[in-house]
């Protein structure tokens, strides 16, 4: 399999390329539109014919290459079914499954960062986008969020993986590339709550200043922006 973790400095975050070998169909999850470059290079070295996108929710911190990339490959672009994304031509839902040519991913509707985040499971690993972090949880107080709904969604789907699933988020702000179920339920300090009352009660006094991209990027992300137009 060809598995790539990509990194954008500026926004933090990580872009995941998939594939089961060279010359086969490959996907693509959370790219940033200014890497467009580098991901048709990495592509065309492998010789992978990149068949679809994924984007894990709308982000706020970053511009998402999803429209270039579909106008570049002609690619599918995906989403869960409650993105309002005009960019997308397939929406999933839960529990649906996404293939490419030896690959399968089912998509997991964990609302509580935002209320169309998904994440993705392929085998032994779980994209959890911004719902799960490592050492950390996505933030819930803009783009309809929900506390309780973000609990409801980590505890009682992505924690029920085994334990041995690797976590890969679409950030980390520490340099961490990846981590576990096990380890998260063992360590993470978001995690150590008894209930969504306790776990509300944390992530509702955060108190976090708006990413800095956030009035460009989430209209751009809906409407889909291009690399012409920034």
Avoid: W
């Amino acid at each position: 399999m060809i598995f790539k973790q990509l990194f954008d400095d500026k926004s933090s975050t990580y872009t995941y390329i998939v594939a089961s070998g060279k010359g086969r169909e490959a996907l693509i999850i959370d790219p940033v539109i200014e890497h467009t470059h580098i991901y048709v290079d990495l592509l065309n070295n492998l010789n992978l014919r990149l068949v679809k996108v994924i984007d894990t929710h709308i982000h706020a911190d970053h511009i998402s290459a999803m429209a270039e990339l579909k106008e570049r490959t002609n690619c599918q672009t995906i989403m869960g079914e409650r993105s309002k994304s005009e960019v997308v031509n397939l929406k999933v839902k839960d529990n649906e499954k996404i293939s490419i040519d030896g690959i399968n991913l089912k998509a997991l509707y964990t609302p509580g960062h935002t209320d169309d985040s998904y994440c993705f499971v392929m085998k032994d690993r779980i994209f959890t986008g911004d719902t799960l972090l490592i050492n950390g949880t996505g933030r819930t107080d803009f783009q309809n969020g929900n506390s309780k709904d973000a609990y409801n969604s980590i505890f009682k789907k992505v924690l029920t993986l085994p334990e041995e699933t690797l976590v890969y988020p679409a950030h980390d702000y520490k340099g961490n590339k990846y981590s576990s179920i096990g380890n998260e339920k063992k360590h993470n300090p978001r995690l150590q709550v008894k209930n969504a009352e306790e776990y509300s009660e944390i992530m509702d006094n955060l108190n976090l200043a708006n990413p800095q991209m956030m009035d460009i990027a989430v209209p751009a992300n809906l409407n889909g922006l291009m690399l012409s137009e920034i």
